[in-house]
């Protein structure tokens, strides 16, 4: 607990503020580009993971705002089910024609 009483942990459940990703967010993105690419119907020559926020349930939840190059933006929720499952992240849902200033905002 801080000073003022209030807890830093992350509320089960609840999202994380954005934040800059990781080399293991990275890699979660990599392996969902093609699933983006055959459901966006384009290939994407970059795939940069610039922001993310998580969540965690039964599994973890991610929202990606990824470059995907000539100053465009796509927004991706990605669910990486539990390790014991032995099943990889699914594209669950994205967003096209965003920006750098967009908010990543769950949807």
Known sequence: MSEGGESKALILGGWSIPRAPTSVDQAILDKVKFQYEIRASKNSGEFLAVLVRTQLVGGTNYLFKVYIGERTYSHLR???????????????????NKTMDDELEVF
Do not use: A, H, R, S
Request: contains cysteine; glycine residues 6%; proline residues 16%.
């Open 78 to 96: 990605v669910y990486v089910p539990l390790p014991c499952t032995n099943e990889g992240p699914v594209l669950v849902d994205f967003q096209q």
